[in-house]
T-cell receptor, first 114, second 110 residues
Framework: GAVVSQHPSRVICKSGTSVKIECRSL??????MFWYRQFPKQSLMLMAT?????????EQGVEKDKFLINHASLTLSTLTVTSAHPEDSSFYIC??????????FGSGTQLSVL | SQELEQSPQSLIVQEGKNLTINCTSS?????LYWYKQKYGEGLIFLMM?????EEKSHEKITAKLDEKKQQSSLHITASQPSHAGIYLC??????????FGQGTRLTINP
């Protein structure tokens, strides 16, 4: 079964609203989670590294005030897309490391901003 | 930073044929991951290679990491429609974050 749960799987929102995406590690603790973004026919681009109990580390070019990441517990990280606009429409996916060599991914969230 | 380049970017093969996807790194690989994805869905872990010359197989999929640890290949034998999807190679940067190549889109024609 899934070891990383991501919710919601699909969300449609109006421009200007904020959307929160949750990523949970099931039956294991993840001190670090990762958030990726994917456009159609493109690869996954790492957005940020979410660290439990501390600030997230953002990749170059990713607006931290636009994409708020909170990792309040060892099993939950959230990504909030603030004041969403149509160009934020994308597929967002999270991952968490369970063992040294294995990284498990959530099922992703398709965000559509109207 | 380390970059991964996959080739080909797109591949169409007849069902039953063999195929190979390559992943080349600009620097030495200290861990190379292969994942499969259908766009709009999660990633499926296929294999992870660490040692130069290492080869792993899972069902009809075989992945190798060359001796110099700068290139990996993914080989599918007797392809089936279920093999269709996006194949991504990834490597660890900065000790923990996984970054990906641009992906190879595989289409299997019946």
């Amino acid at each position: 079964g899934a070891v990383v749960s991501q919710h919601p799987s699909r969300v449609i929102c109006k421009s200007g609203t904020s959307v929160k995406i949750e990523c949970r590690s099931l039956d294991f603790q993840a001190t670090t989670m990762f958030w990726y973004r994917q456009f159609p026919k493109q690869s996954l681009m790492l957005m940020a590294t979410s660290n439990e109990g501390s600030k997230a580390t953002y990749e170059q070019g990713v607006e931290k005030d636009k994409f708020l990441i909170n990792h309040a517990s060892l099993t939950l990280s959230t990504l909030t897309v603030t004041s969403a606009h149509p160009e934020d429409s994308s597929f967002y996916i999270c991952s968490a490391r369970r063992f040294v060599e294995k990284l498990f991914f959530g099922s992703g969230t398709q965000l559509s901003v109207l | 930073s380390q970059e991964l380049e996959q080739s080909p970017q797109s591949l169409i093969v007849q069902e039953g044929k063999n195929l190979t996807i390559n992943c080349t790194s600009s620097k030495t690989l200290y861990g190379l991951y292969w994942y499969k994805q259908k766009y709009g869905e999660g990633l499926i872990f296929l294999m992870m290679l660490q040692k130069g010359g290492e080869e792993k197989s899972h069902e009809k999929i075989t992945a190798k990491l060359d001796e110099k640890k700068q290139q990996s290949s993914l080989h599918i034998t007797a392809s089936q429609p279920s093999h269709a999807g996006i194949y991504l190679c990834g490597t660890i940067q900065g000790a923990q974050k996984l970054v990906f190549g641009q992906g190879t889109r595989l289409t299997i024609n019946p």
